[in-house]
């Protein structure tokens, strides 16, 4: 039976991952779950808006449900918490998925630099805006929310 257990963990871990259940993929685990990938050139729009982002590409089979996230992230060997989102950027474009990752106080150039990022709890999905001011708004409150969650005592032992 322990063997079959062993068996279906990957597909429990991805079911909940592609529900966005990021806490029960961790209970699964026994740790976080994240990625490590490059910090690319984006659009510049999150520093337009007021939340420059770190924009990672990801596997277009990576199981994560689109959605905003809060997370903690690994660069440079230091730890940063901070707020992701991974989608399409409906409000945009819709292209192609991507991990964007705003980091809370933090403005250094890292591009090209390798980030590890764990998720530690789903906020929301992605969604299209009215208007790109009703967009900031919600950015403001997913920031003060992914503040929250990380303060409330959900601890990752990621850093």
């Known amino acids: 039976m322990a063997c079959a257990n062993a068996l279906a963990m990957p597909d429990m871990v991805r079911a909940r991952l592609q529900r966005g259940d ?17 910090v690319v050139h ?4 999150g520093r337009a808006l007021g939340f420059a982002t770190a924009n990672l590409v990801l596997s277009p089979d990576t199981p994560l449900a689109h959605g905003v996230y809060a997370v903690r992230a690994t660069v440079r060997g230091a730890c940063h918490e901070g707020v992701a989102c991974f989608g399409t950027r409906p409000q945009f474009d819709d292209g192609a998925p991507r991990l964007e990752v705003h980091l809370f106080d933090f403005d250094h150039d890292i591009y090209g630099a390798s980030m590890n990022v764990a998720f530690v709890a789903f906020q929301r999905p992605e969604m299209k805006f009215v208007s790109v001011d009703a967009l900031k708004e919600q950015m403001a409150t997913d920031c003060r929310m992914a503040r929250e969650l990380l ?8 850093c």
């Open 22 to 38: 990021v806490t029960g993929a961790t209970l699964l685990l026994g740790q976080p779950w994240g990625i490590t990938a490059t």
């Open 42 to 45: 984006g659009d510049k729009r």
């Open 151 to 158: 303060r409330e005592g959900i601890e990752v032992a990621v």
